[in-house]
C-alpha cells in the first residue's frame, strides 16, 4: 500500500528540508545547510524511524536577508529520484510549479519516479504566488487569480490523461493544444497522491478538485477544527470527493521545556534573520491592515521561527500532546520542520513517536 493511504495513523512528514535554512529564518552557523550529504542522512533517519513522507519546497529566488533564506534549493525531481533509490518504505514527493513545467514532462518524471520507487512517489502542485520569481522565469504570472488557477486546471486534466488513458490521444484546450500524445510507463495504479496547499477560495476549490491531500495554514488545532470540516465539506459538495487535510508545524523538543523555550529565543528571536522575515511576510500579503499590532508581533516570531507554521515546542510529552490536539482536530497529518533535520529529528523519533502510538495517534512501524 502507498505509505500515504493507511487508514487510523495520523500521517507525519518533513517539510522544506531541500532548502538553505529549512523553515527557520536564523542567521546562527549551524543554521540548516539543506546540502546534499544532509538531505540524505535525513531521508535515512526518516526512513528507518517511520515518519510518512518527505515534502520538498520548489524555489527559483532567495528572500533575501542577510543570510539569503532559501537561496540554495536542491530541484525536487533529481532530489526525489536519488531518494526514493536511497530508501525502503517513505513516501517522497515531488514539488512542481505548474507555469515552468509541461505537464507530459512532469507527467513522465513523476511516473519515472514511482518506478524508482516502487510506488512511493507523490506529486505536490504549486500553481504560484510569488510575482518575483515569476519575473526570474520571464513568465507572466496571469494578473487574474482566477486565470492562474484555470491554467494550473487545464495544466492538471493533461497530467492525468497522460497517467490514465491508454491510447495516443490529442489534447485540445485554452492553454495547450497537444497531438499524438504518448504516455508510458503510468505510475503504479494509474496516479500519484497529489497534493495542493492553495489557501485563497479558488485555491481550495482547485485543491478539493484535484489533490487527495490539501494542505492549510491555520493558527493552531482550534481554528484549525473548523477549517478542516470546511474543506472536506465543500471538496464533498463541490466535487464528491473525500479529501485529508494537513497543516504545517516547526518543532523544538528538549528534554526540559525551559530547554526548547532557550534554543527557540536563540535561534528565533535573537538571532534571526529579520531583514528576510519581513521580506517573505511582505511577499505573501501580511502587512496588511487587518493585522492588529499584536497580530503581527505574534505571526513575525512565528515566520522567523518556522515561515508562520504551526509551533510544536517544549518536552517529548508535550509535544506529543499537542500532535494529538492536531489529529483530534480532524486532520490527517501535519509536517514537521527541525532546524537541524536530522540530530533533532532523531531525538524527535526516539522520544516522541512511541508517546504517539501509546496515544493511539499513529500505527507503530511494525504494523504497517
Ligand atoms: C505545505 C506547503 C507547500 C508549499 N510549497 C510551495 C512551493 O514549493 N513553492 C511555492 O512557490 N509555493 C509553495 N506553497 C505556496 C502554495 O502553493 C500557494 O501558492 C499559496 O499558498 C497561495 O495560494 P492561493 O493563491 O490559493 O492563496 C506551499 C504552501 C504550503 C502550505
Redesign the pocket.
Known sequence: MHPMNTKDHFKLGL??ANCSGGLAVTKIDERWGATWEENLRMARVADEAGIDFL?????WIGYKGDTNFHGSVLE?IPWAAALLAATQRISVFS?V?TAFNHPLVTAKQIATLDAIGGGRAGL???????QP?YETMGVDMADA?DD??GFAQEWCDVVREAWERDEIFDFEGKFFSLKHVEALPKPTGGRVPI??????????N??GRNSDFV???VGGPEDGEGIVQSVKSQAMADHQRAVGV???SHVVCRPTNDEALDYLNYYAEENADWGAVDYLMNL?GLHAQSFTKEMLATMRSRFAAGHG?CPLIGTPDQVAAEIARYAKAGFDGM?LAFVDYVGELEYFAQEVLPRLERLGVRQPLSAM
Open positions: 517539510f522544506s515534502l520538498p519546497v520548489a524555489r525536487p514539488t510549479h505536490n502542485i504549486v500553481a504560484g504566488w510569488n520569481e487569480h492562474r488557477y497534493l495542493n496547499a492553495g489557501s485563497s477560495k479558488q485555491g481550495r482547485f485543491a494542505f492549510t495554514i494537513l497543516t504545517l505573501q507554521s509536517t
